[in-house]
Nanobody, 127 residues
Framework: QVQLVESGGGSVQAGGSLRLSCAAS????????MGWFRQAPGKEREGVAA????????YYADSVKGRFTISQDNAKKMVYLQMNSLKPEDTAMYYC????????????????????WGQGTQVTVSS
C-alpha cells in the first residue's frame, strides 16, 4: 500500500521560495508517475508538476513553468517540489500523488490518472 505524506508548506511573501517534500512509502517499480497538484478555495484541483520515475522526465503546468522544479530521490523515496518566485495566486493546498499506470507526459497533470494521494500541505503567499 502506498502512503504519501507532504511537508514543507507555510507562509511566504511574494517572490519567496518554498520546498515541498513528499515522503512516499510502499512505492514499487510499478509506480510510474509522481505528481504535485494544488487546490485553492473555490477552485478546481490543478496539476502543477509531474515526474516519470523511470527516466526522471518532467512535465509542468504553464502557470509554474520556469518557477517550479519537481525532483525525486529514489533511494530515500522522496519527491520534492522546489517553488521559486512565488506569487499570491500560488496560494493553495498542495497534494502529492502517485500513479501506477503508464500514460503520456501531457496526461500526467490529470488528477484522475492518479491512484494514491497525500493529505496535503498548505502554501500561502502574501503580496
Amino acid at each position: 500500500q502506498v502512503q504519501l505524506v507532504e511537508s514543507g508548506g507555510g507562509s511566504v511573501q511574494a517572490g519567496g521560495s518554498l520546498r515541498l517534500s513528499c515522503a512516499a512509502s510502499g512505492l514499487t517499480y510499478s509506480t510510474k508517475f509522481m505528481g504535485w497538484f494544488r487546490q485553492a478555495p473555490g477552485k478546481e484541483r490543478e496539476g502543477v508538476a509531474a515526474i516519470y520515475r523511470p527516466t526522471d522526465s518532467t512535465y509542468y503546468a504553464d502557470s509554474v513553468k520556469g518557477r517550479f522544479t519537481i525532483s525525486q530521490d529514489n533511494a530515500k523515496k522522496m519527491v520534492y517540489l522546489q517553488m521559486n518566485s512565488l506569487k499570491p495566486e500560488d496560494t493553495a493546498m498542495y497534494y502529492c500523488a502517485a500513479a501506477y499506470r503508464p500514460f503520456g507526459l501531457p496526461d500526467s497533470l490529470i488528477g484522475n490518472n492518479y491512484n494514491y494521494w497525500g493529505q496535503g500541505t498548505q502554501v500561502t503567499v502574501s503580496s
